[in-house]
Nanobody
Framework: QVQLVESGGGLVQAGGSLRLSCAAS????????MGWFRQAPGKAREFVAA????????FHADSVKGRFTISRDNGKTTVYLQMNSLKPEDTAIYYC?????????????????WGQGTQVTVSS
């Protein structure tokens, strides 16, 4: 089992920045990919970004490329999502997820482990 705890959400004005953190514990040795997903009210969950633990390859959704950056801290098994130039349409609950493979990194259904989510609200 892998436990994930997100932090760093909040309320920010459009154009502002936030950094989300996700701390992993438990059987983290079997974790190969960690990702961020988000879900806005009335909308489906969508992929935001992912990073592979070993090689550090990163993936970002087109909607956040150039504004969001995913990174990791190997020593502390923590993944970050730096969010800059935030827009009102970025408002959502952001979830951290983990999986034991490096395939299908953009597919939420491929991730067995999820955090509880953290709210991000961007005001116009």
């Amino acid at each position: 089992q892998v436990q994930l705890v997100e932090s760093g959400g909040g309320l920010v004005q459009a154009g502002g920045s936030l950094r989300l953190s996700c701390a992993a514990s438990g059987r983290t040795g079997s974790t190969f990919t960690m990702g961020w997903f988000r879900q806005a009210p009335g909308k489906a969950r969508e992929f935001v970004a992912a990073i592979t633990w070993g090689g550090g390859s990163t993936f970002h959704a087109d909607s956040v490329k150039g504004r969001f950056t995913i990174s990791r801290d190997n020593g502390k098994t923590t993944v970050y999502l730096q969010m800059n130039s935030l827009k009102p349409e970025d408002t959502a609950i952001y979830y951290c997820a983990a999986k034991g493979t490096i395939v299908a990194v953009t597919q939420g259904t491929a991730y067995p482990y999820w955090g509880q989510g953290t709210q991000v609200t961007v005001s116009s």
